[in-house]
């Protein structure tokens, strides 16, 4: 049994590394081209008016890490389920594609619709008491409508900082068959809040913006809540850190 736990809290960790090593690698992204830009004031200003458009277009791919937020039930602590000692979600990766439609409000101010597809495989480890354990995972393909206004700071020569946030809908688009035996079943809508941030840098044919994003689901998604695996869970939510990469 605590083996299994330990092995879990590994790949929990094992996420969580990698985003930060992101953060980390967007970051120093970051400073190396504020420095280049103010060691070198001279450069040429790429696409110098490309942000004086009203409407601009692009599209995007994004490694997304997601896992569900689980809470308890009454019955987990009845003689019903003593033999199931924590129900752990795990932390797992997909990716997303889609489209970039960015229309200018103000010089420091955008609202973004990003239209997507998303591919998610979501796991939960029930644990039982005799050091056994069986994984339940949720595979799905999401459509999601994110909308969301973008903060801009001042250009910087060829960079721009930004900060983003809104609300996501989502719809299932398609999903594992449910089959007879019993199962983890969620529901195919949800509604999550998000914000992140990024850099704008600016390129003479394009712009590329590479972005953080988290995000947290506002609904339940728990579906079925009679079998053995719906029945020890009250409430199902979805989180997810996203690393976006952003071409216009």
């Known amino acids: 049994m ?12 094992r996420y969580k590394v990698v985003v930060a090593s992101l953060l980390l690698a967007l970051c120093c992204l970051a400073q190396v081209s ?82 997507q597809v ?19 995972t949720v595979e799905s393909t999401i459509v999601e409508f994110p909308v969301l206004l973008k903060y801009k700071s001042e250009r910087r020569g060829n960079i721009r900082m930004y900060m983003v946030g809104g609300l996501k809908p989502a719809i299932q688009a398609s999903g594992k068959k449910q089959q007879a035996k019993e199962e983890l079943e969620i529901k195919s809508a ?13 390129y003479p044919l394009f712009k590329f913006s590479p972005e953080v994003r988290f995000s947290h689901g506002m609904l339940d998604m728990l579906g079925n809540r009679t079998n053995s695996y719906g029945q020890p869970l009250s409430r199902v939510s979805t989180n997810m850190v996203t690393v976006y990469f952003l071409f216009q």
């Open 2 to 13: 605590q083996v299994s736990y330990i092995w879990s809290k590994f790949h929990l960790y």
């Open 34 to 115: 504020t420095v280049q830009a103010q060691q070198k004031r001279w450069v040429q200003r790429n696409n110098p008016n490309y942000d004086s458009k009203k409407l601009t277009y692009g599209f995007l791919i994004a490694l997304h890490s997601s896992t569900f937020k689980t809470k308890y039930s009454d019955a987990f602590v009845t003689q019903q389920f003593d033999t199931v000692y924590s129900v752990n979600p795990m932390w797992t990766s997909g990716f997303t594609l889609g489209f970039i439609v960015n229309h200018r409000v103000t010089d420091y101010l955008d609202v973004r619709l990003t239209p």
């Open 118 to 136: 998303a591919f998610y495989e979501n796991k939960v480890r029930y644990l039982y008491t005799n050091e056994t354990f069986k994984d339940a």
């Open 190 to 202: 949800n509604l999550s809040i998000e914000a992140g941030f990024g850099f704008d840098l600016y």
